[in-house]
C-alpha cells in the first residue's frame, strides 16, 4: 500500500498539458460502445485532462480527478466537464453511479487494492473499467530513434521509479480482477518538430528525477545530437506510441488476489 501520493508532475503541469501527445478518437468511441449508458464517465488521475475532453463527447457529464490540484488546474475547462481535486482510491464519487471509468497512463502510480475497491464502488451494473498505458515512442530515422533509446535507457534509465517497470510491461504483470475483454489494437500518432519532441522528453519522470538529483538538463546534451539527424527543426516528423490496453466489466468483478 502506498501511504502518499508520488506527485512527479506537479512540478511542470503547463509543460505536461502541452506536450504530451493526443489519444486516438477512435479509443474514446469503442469504449463509449461498451458503457451500459452514456450518463457519467470518470476519467481518474486525469492530470491535465490528456483524455478528458475526449470522453465529452459521448457522456452527459464527465467528473475528473486527480491527486494534483496543480495538474488539473492546467487542464482545460468544458461545459460537461466537473475537475475536483481527490485521491484515485477516495474519489468521493456516489455509488453505483459511473459507466465508464478511465485511467490513462496512470495505473503504475496507484494503490491496485484500494483503487479496485473503489472501482467496484462506483461503477455502476455493467460499469467498465478501462485502463491503459504506453511505452517508448517510435521514430524515423533509426538514428534519431536509436538516439532516444539510448537516452531512455541509459541517461535518465536510473532515474526512472520502479513503477516504470509495469508500463513497460504493458500492465500485464498488474492484477485486473475484472471480467476482462478482448480489447483491439490502438496508437497514438503525432506530427511533431523537434522542439515539440524534446519538450516532450522534458516531461518524463525520469528526466524530472535526472533535473532534481543532477542540477542541470539532461534534454539540452541531446538537442545537438537530435538536430544533426532531424534537419531544419521546424520541420515535423511522425511519432508514434502503441497503446497497451486493458477493458472489463463489473458485472463480474473479482477480489484482488
Excluded: K
Amino acid at each position: 500500500m502506498r501511504d502518499s501520493f508520488a506527485d512527479h508532475f506537479s512540478s511542470i503541469a503547463p509543460e505536461y498539458a502541452t506536450y504530451r501527445p493526443r489519444y486516438p478518437a477512435a479509443l474514446f468511441a469503442y469504449l463509449a460502445g461498451l458503457a451500459p449508458r452514456r450518463e457519467l464517465a470518470w476519467d481518474c488521475a486525469a492530470g491535465s485532462g490528456q483524455a478528458t475532453l475526449d470522453l465529452a463527447p459521448y457522456f452527459r457529464r464527465v467528473i475528473a480527478t486527480d491527486a494534483s490540484a496543480a495538474q488539473l488546474a492546467a487542464a482545460p475547462a468544458h461545459a460537461q466537464v466537473e475537475y475536483r481535486v481527490a485521491p484515485a482510491e477516495a474519489s468521493g464519487l456516489d455509488a453505483a453511479s459511473i459507466d465508464l471509468v478511465i485511467v490513462a497512463q496512470a495505473l503504475h502510480w496507484l494503490d491496485l487494492d484500494r483503487f479496485y475497491t473503489e472501482v467496484r464502488r462506483v461503477l455502476a451494473p455493467g460499469g467498465v473499467l478501462a485502463v491503459w498505458c504506453y511505452a517508448i515512442l517510435r521514430i524515423e530515422p533509426a538514428a534519431i530513434d536509436d538516439a532516444i533509446r539510448r537516452f531512455y535507457s541509459n541517461v535518465v534509465g536510473p532515474y526512472w521509479p520502479p513503477a516504470r517497470r509495469l508500463v513497460e510491461n504493458g500492465y500485464r504483470m498488474l492484477a485486473f480482477p475484472f471480467d476482462e475483454l478482448p480489447a483491439p489494437a490502438f496508437e497514438m500518432v503525432a506530427d511533431w518538430t523537434l522542439p515539440q519532441l524534446l519538450g516532450y522528453l522534458g516531461t518524463w519522470s525520469a528526466t524530472i528525477r535526472y533535473r532534481e538529483a543532477q542540477g542541470h538538463d539532461p534534454v539540452e546534451p541531446l538537442t545537438a545530437e537530435l538536430a544533426a539527424q532531424w534537419g531544419r527543426s521546424q520541420r515535423s516528423r511522425r511519432i508514434t506510441w502503441p497503446l497497451l490496453l486493458r477493458v472489463g466489466r463489473a458485472s463480474h468483478a473479482r477480489g484482488v488476489v
